[in-house]
């Protein structure tokens, strides 16, 4: 059964970086596309960014250019750098085993002004 645990989140300032990491359990990381998604407080959950198995990276307009995605299959863990935070960006990011329902608990990033 897969399982994907996140970390990273906190409290930055605007214009600051984070990175986040999803450790991804009970497959091989190598054969499957992942996903970061993120939910700010009334809105719906959205795509930020996705890797796919042959490391090809996609990005949500509001975040190309700042957001890198990337994946360590040997260590079974994707990441997502965040750099020139803003605080639009708040949120409880989510790691996600794309096409499936199967999501991480989230990690919290809060970006203050």
């Known amino acids: 059964q897969v399982q994907l645990v996140e970390s990273g989140g906190g409290l930055v300032q605007t214009g600051g970086s984070v990175r986040l990491s999803c450790v991804f359990s009970?497959?091989?990381?190598?054969?499957?596309?992942m996903a970061w998604y993120r939910q700010a407080p009334g809105k719906q959950r959205g795509m930020v960014a996705y890797?796919?198995?042959?490391?090809?990276?996609n990005y949500a307009d509001s975040v190309k250019g700042r957001f890198t995605i990337s994946r360590d299959n040997a260590k079974k863990t994707v990441y997502l750098q965040m750099n020139s935070l803003k605080p639009e960006d708040t949120a409880v990011y989510y790691c996600?085993?794309?096409?499936?329902?199967?999501w991480g608990q989230g990690t919290q990033v809060t970006v203050s002004s």
């Open positions: 996600n085993l794309m096409r499936t329902q199967i």
């Open positions: 009970g497959s091989d990381l190598r054969f499957n596309d």
């Open positions: 890797i796919t198995r042959s490391g090809s990276a």
